[in-house]
């Protein structure tokens, strides 16, 4: 079992005072593309069972014995994750769960799982995954390969992007091997739509070069001919370096700044880091600025991480650790954040489901579930925290240091729901059986069209009541059969039918199969209104209005 990137080293607080940033000629930060502007998400997908046919048939990273099932005294756990949605369960040695049910498992060589876990991804917000792929050249390369396939289906069914995370952890011939099988097996995923991508070029990110711990002990020139091998091969290359990279030190080896500075895009970790607000707020001031700082000297892309927190040692704070760290690295104006991790079930660092309470977790295990600090969080809270922060990114949200996501989705304050869902609509016209109402009848691939070559067309919903408004979103068909495309559109809103208002004026609306073809629209505060009328005026796809979803959010 390969040492975990994760656990070797901490790092002390106490670092200088920021100095002057050095002279030198910048370019401007890359364009949105799917990592710059994006939320990405590490993914582990290291979880096998046995009797999930995977090559491995052990209980792959879930026990320290992996011939032996996961219990008290044989596991490799810091967290137990929430069971609830999984088809496919395996059982364990633990004791029966709280509530009195089998204590279970996943595999992540059960497609169903990962299928899982993508749902969730495209549900709550997470635009890409950087698929972890350590060693593929010793015992578990199989099941590794095996996930991947899983990967590139479950992304390109749901429609979130992915891309290939090299770690070089104990990787002892990794300099030529890599290079082997990023030609030999990953590149070949790079023809998936699904493949991320930036600035034109499929991304791959290499981590651990410099770090200063024994799993790594790789010298400069290595790194560097790596670096250099991948950008010749024409892609976007990111870097997962050590938290002080830019002063070479702590976690850092001395002589790494060439290698460091020449990746397109820099992802320093932070797990081990922090573990508090304050921390976060030290580490903005004292890492972050200056961070950020010398990458925009440069031209390169920063992409710091964002933790939950360890659960396992109480740093969690019911989400008020996290949204500090999505606040400060938006209000910084970083090129993307990198969430770490979602389904780190070893060390406690999950986003992914999380029983709420002890009901939920093995009688006697000694694991602390979401309510750990006497506030009762839902499984899926730090999901619903990571799609806010990606709309504050975005955005979508206005920049808040008080985080807008409710632990629970209870009666008060009342759950997220789509006010237009099934509700009655009116059009200005529209082609053959081609109905407003399909903007409602939540089938993504129905949709309305207008008459052709005749705008300004639109469309509207009756909520059936006065609410306040806080975004609307809009969708076409997510096939990437419906290409790249442009709608200028108005929303306007009313409560009594008659008379409008423009709560957004007409503007160019994006849909893009890469982005699920979706649009966002955040409404002024203070917005109301029981009808919502959206005003097409030009389509550079086709000449008609066209919308296969339309939702509203109080």
Same mark, same amino acid.
């Given at each position: 079992?390969? /040492?975990?990137?994760?656990?070797?080293?901490?790092?002390? /607080?106490?670092?200088?005072?920021?100095?002057?940033?050095?002279?030198?000629?910048?370019?401007?930060?890359?364009?949105?593309?799917?990592?710059?502007?994006?939320?990405?998400?590490?993914?582990?997908?290291?979880?096998?069972?046995?009797?999930?046919?995977?090559?491995?048939?052990?209980?792959?990273?879930?026990?320290?014995?992996?011939?032996?099932?996961?219990?008290?005294?044989?596991?490799?756990?810091?967290?137990?994750?929430?069971?609830?949605?999984?088809?496919?369960?395996?059982?364990?040695?633990?004791?029966?769960?709280?509530?009195?049910?089998?204590?279970?498992?996943?595999?992540?060589?059960?497609?169903?799982?990962?299928?899982?876990?993508?749902?969730?991804?495209?549900?709550?917000?997470?635009?890409?995954?950087?698929?972890?792929?350590?060693?593929?050249?010793?015992?578990?390369?199989?099941?590794?390969?095996?996930?991947?396939?899983?990967?590139?289906?479950?992304?390109?069914?749901?429609?979130?992007?992915?891309?290939?995370?090299?770690? +070089?952890?104990?990787?002892?011939?990794?300099?030529?091997?890599?290079? $082997?099988?990023?030609?030999?097996?990953?590149?070949?995923?790079?023809?998936?739509?699904?493949?991320?991508?930036?600035?034109?070029?499929?991304?791959?990110?290499?981590?651990?070069?410099?770090?200063?711990?024994?799993?790594?002990?790789?010298?400069?020139?290595?790194?560097?001919?790596?670096?250099?091998?991948?950008?010749? *091969?024409?892609?976007?290359?990111?870097?997962?370096?050590?938290?002080?990279?830019?002063?070479?030190?702590?976690?850092?080896?001395?002589?790494?700044?060439? +290698?460091?500075?020449?990746?397109?895009?820099?992802?320093?970790?932070?797990?081990?880091?922090?573990?508090?607000?304050?921390?976060?707020?030290? @580490?903005?001031?004292?890492?972050?600025?200056?961070? *950020?700082?010398?990458?925009?000297?440069?031209?390169?892309?920063?992409?710091?991480?964002?933790?939950?927190?360890?659960?396992?040692?109480?740093?969690?704070?019911?989400?008020?650790?996290?949204?500090?760290?999505?606040?400060?690295?938006?209000?910084?104006?970083?090129?993307?954040?990198?969430?770490?991790?979602?389904?780190?079930?070893?060390?406690?660092?999950?986003?992914?489901?999380?029983?709420?309470?002890? $009901?939920?977790?093995?009688?006697?295990?000694? @694991?602390?579930? /979401?309510?750990?600090?006497?506030?009762?969080?839902?499984?899926?809270?730090?999901?619903?925290?990571?799609?806010?922060?990606?709309?504050?990114?975005?955005?979508?949200?206005?920049?808040?240091?008080?985080?807008?996501?409710?632990?629970? /989705?209870?009666?008060?304050?009342?759950?997220?729901?789509?006010?237009?869902?099934?509700?009655?609509?009116?059009?200005?016209?529209?082609?053959?059986?081609?109905?407003?109402?399909?903007?409602?009848?939540?089938?993504?691939?129905?949709?309305?069209?207008?008459?052709?070559?005749? @705008?300004?067309?639109?469309?509207?919903?009756?909520?059936?009541?006065?609410?306040?408004?806080?975004?609307?979103?809009?969708?076409?068909?997510?096939?990437?059969?419906?290409?790249?495309?442009?709608?200028?559109?108005?929303?306007?809103?009313?409560?009594?039918?008659?008379?409008?208002?423009?709560?957004?004026?007409?503007?160019?609306?994006?849909?893009?199969?890469?982005?699920?073809?979706?649009?966002?629209?955040?409404?002024?505060?203070?917005?109301?209104?029981?009808?919502?009328?959206?005003?097409?005026?030009?389509?550079?796809?086709?000449?008609?209005?066209?919308?296969?979803?339309?939702?509203?959010?109080?």
């Amino acid at each position: 079992m390969p /040492l975990s990137r994760r656990t070797f080293l901490g790092s002390a /607080l106490a670092v200088p005072a920021v100095g002057a940033v050095g002279v030198g000629s910048a370019r401007a930060a890359s364009p949105p593309g799917d990592v710059v502007g994006k939320i990405t998400v590490g993914y582990q997908g290291w979880f096998a069972a046995r009797g999930d046919g995977s090559p491995l048939d052990g209980w792959w990273h879930w026990s320290d014995n992996w011939s032996q099932p996961p219990s008290p005294s044989n596991h490799a756990l810091m967290s137990w994750p929430d069971m609830t949605d999984y088809p496919a369960k395996y059982p364990t040695a633990f004791g029966s769960l709280g509530d009195g049910r089998p204590a279970t498992v996943f595999s992540n060589h059960d497609y169903s799982t990962v299928d899982i876990h993508f749902g969730w991804m495209k549900q709550y917000g997470c635009d890409t995954a950087a698929l972890q792929r350590f060693n593929p050249t010793g015992g578990e390369g199989p099941i590794r390969d095996a996930v991947t396939a899983h990967v590139r289906r479950a992304a390109e069914s749901h429609g979130v992007k992915f891309y290939i995370m090299y770690d +070089v952890t104990n990787w002892t011939n990794f300099q030529s091997e890599i290079k $082997a099988d990023w030609l030999n097996k990953m590149r070949a995923y790079t023809a998936s739509p699904m493949y991320a991508r930036q600035n034109g070029k499929p991304v791959v990110c290499v981590w651990g070069f410099g770090f200063n711990d024994p799993g790594r002990p790789f010298t400069p020139a290595q790194c560097q001919e790596v670096v250099d091998w991948f950008k010749a *091969q024409g892609v976007y290359l990111i870097g997962g370096v050590p938290t002080h990279w830019r002063r070479e030190v702590e976690d850092s080896r001395p002589g790494f700044g060439g +290698v460091y500075r020449s990746f397109d895009m820099l992802s320093p970790w932070m797990v081990g880091r922090i573990g508090s607000v304050a921390d976060a707020d030290h @580490f903005y001031t004292h890492i972050n600025t200056p961070d *950020q700082q010398e990458c925009t000297r440069l031209g390169i892309d920063y992409q710091p991480c964002v933790l939950p927190g360890d659960l396992s040692r109480r740093h969690r704070a019911h989400g008020d650790f996290m949204w500090r760290q999505f606040y400060n690295m938006t209000r910084l104006g970083v090129q993307g954040i990198y969430i770490s991790m979602f389904d780190e079930y070893n060390e406690a660092n999950q986003i992914a489901k999380t029983p709420e309470t002890q $009901a939920g977790i093995p009688v006697g295990s000694g @694991f602390l579930a /979401l309510d750990e600090d006497g506030t009762r969080c839902s499984s899926d809270y730090y999901l619903r925290l990571t799609g806010d922060g990606g709309r504050m990114l975005k955005g979508l949200l206005p920049l808040t240091a008080v985080r807008p996501t409710t632990p629970m /989705l209870t009666d008060t304050p009342p759950p997220v729901r789509d006010l237009a869902a099934g509700r009655p609509t009116t059009q200005s016209s529209q082609t053959q059986h081609y109905g407003s109402h399909h903007a409602v009848d939540a089938d993504p691939h129905s949709y309305w069209e207008s008459a052709n070559h005749a @705008f300004p067309q639109w469309l509207q919903v009756d909520l059936g009541a006065v609410a306040t408004l806080a975004r609307v979103e809009l969708s076409l068909p997510p096939n990437p059969a419906w290409a790249r495309r442009t709608q200028t559109i108005a929303v306007e809103t009313s409560e009594n039918g008659s008379v409008y208002t423009t709560a957004l004026p007409a503007a160019a609306r994006v849909f893009d199969p890469a982005t699920a073809n979706t649009a966002v629209l955040a409404l002024p505060q203070g917005t109301r209104g029981r009808h919502v009328r959206l005003r097409f005026t030009a389509n550079t796809g086709w000449p008609a209005g066209q919308l296969a979803g339309l939702r509203v959010y109080g």
